[in-house]
Each structure stands twice: as structure tokens, then as C-alpha cells.
T-cell receptor, first 112, second 118 residues
């Protein structure tokens, strides 16, 4: 059983650019949650996808968007990057929206 | 909004000794879930222990146990017989009760960095 994998592991972008982060969920999981972890902070909830539909969203602007595919993998897209978007982005999959989360190792995004 | 507070940015412990990490939270709900997660340098968050608020008995997982004080809204983690591999950032997290919602959103504290000395 493969775990949750995220790609890329590190990414450097410049302000105003767009970025796509990817997450492959664990086998048998139909739910993906995304979190942003700024330096020295705890993770902040961005949104959750359940069976290809957005199931809930945190306090993030619309330039943060996502997708979940039929195989339950997911993408996080961020448009018009700002310096404050620099953070570790964590993806977690689960068997359902309220089930135990299994986290990936994250994508470290730096915006210059 | 739910808030989770970890007042100890850093803690240290000698190998084989016991350490307690503190966490307080704010909620108006009577039923909810509390978690402790560990984040080692690999950055992958790992669930250490979970507590349901309706359960009076404190959760225990091997060397890890919690002291859940519902009235005080306190949820501390005790690590016994500390090992070098316990060194990591520890996060306390809260989740709302599921009724009326299927959203499993976690609210995290800012973390406590635990150092284990040999």
C-alpha cells in the first residue's frame, strides 16, 4: 500500500506567477485535504475534496483553487502568487472526510 | 473561530525521562475531538494520539498519554521513557463534532519543538 505522495518537493516561483501542486492519495482513500504551513506556524486548512467535489474551504482567497480527479488524486492551484504564499503545503488523504488523515511530506514553495 | 494554544515553543528532555507538552483550546461545543501530531524533520505529520471529548478516560498509546481536562479546556501530552526518535515538532489540534457537517477540518496550534538529549 503506497502512502501519500506530493510533487514537487521544492519549488521556487516569482511573485505574480501561477503554481500547481500535486498529491497522490493513499490507496482506498476518497478524500484529500490541503493545509498551508507558514514558517513557525501550525498548518492552516485550505480546503477538502471528497469524491471529486469541494467539501469545505478555509479562509483563503479564490486564487487558491483545487481539483480532485476520478482516481482521487488532487491538485492545488495558486494564481497571482504573493510573497506571503511562501510556505510548506501539506496534503492529507483519508478514507472519508471524518476519518484519520494520512499526510504527505509536503511541497516547500518559495515565492521571490 | 476555534483557537488552539501551545504556550511552549520549545521543550527539552533527557533520554528515558518524562516530558509533558501543554495545549489549551477554545470552543463552545461539548463534543469534539482533540489530537496530537508529530512532525519530524521529514515534514510528514504523524498522528500520535486522539481523544474524544465525550470520553472521560484519558487516551493512551504505549509511551504516550494525555491529560484531558474538559472544564479547563486543557489537553496535555505526556511522553514517558523519552527516546531520541521522539525529537520533533509536536502539534495539538482540534476538530469540531461531525453532526450537521461532513467536514473534517483540523485547527492546529503553533507547535512545540521537542529536543531529546542523550
Amino acid at each position: 500500500e503506497t502512502g501519500v505522495t506530493q510533487s514537487p518537493t521544492h519549488l521556487i516561483k516569482t511573485r505574480g506567477q501561477q503554481v500547481t501542486l500535486r498529491c497522490s492519495s493513499q490507496s482506498g482513500h476518497n478524500t484529500v485535504s490541503w493545509y498551508q504551513q507558514a514558517l513557525g506556524q501550525g498548518p492552516q486548512f485550505i480546503f477538502q475534496y471528497y469524491r471529486e467535489e469541494e467539501n469545505g474551504r478555509g479562509n483563503f482567497p479564490p486564487r487558491f483553487s483545487g481539483l480532485q480527479f476520478p482516481n482521487y488524486s488532487s491538485e492545488l492551484n495558486v494564481n497571482a502568487l504573493e510573497l506571503d504564499d511562501s510556505a510548506l503545503y501539506l496534503c492529507a488523504s483519508s478514507r472519508g472526510p471524518l476519518e484519520k488523515l494520512f499526510f504527505g511530506s509536503g511541497t516547500q514553495l518559495s515565492v521571490l | 473561530a476555534q483557537t488552539v494554544t501551545q504556550s511552549q515553543p520549545e521543550m527539552s528532555v533527557q533520554e528515558a525521562e518524562t516530558v509533558t507538552l501543554s495545549c489549551t483550546y477554545d470552543t463552545s461545543e461539548s463534543d469534539y475531538y482533540l489530537f496530537w501530531y508529530k512532525q519530524p524533520p521529514s515534514r510528514q505529520m504523524i498522528l500520535v494520539i486522539r481523544q474524544e471529548a465525550y470520553k472521560q478516560q484519558n487516551a493512551t498509546e504505549n509511551r504516550f498519554s494525555v491529560n484531558f481536562q474538559k472544564a479547563a479546556k486543557s489537553f496535555s501530552l505526556k511522553i514517558s521513557d523519552s527516546q531520541l526518535g521522539d525529537a520533533a515538532m509536536y502539534f495539538c489540534a482540534y476538530r469540531r463534532p461531525p453532526r450537521g457537517s461532513t467536514l473534517g477540518r483540523l485547527y492546529f496550534g503553533r507547535g512545540t519543538q521537542l529536543t531529546v538529549w542523550p
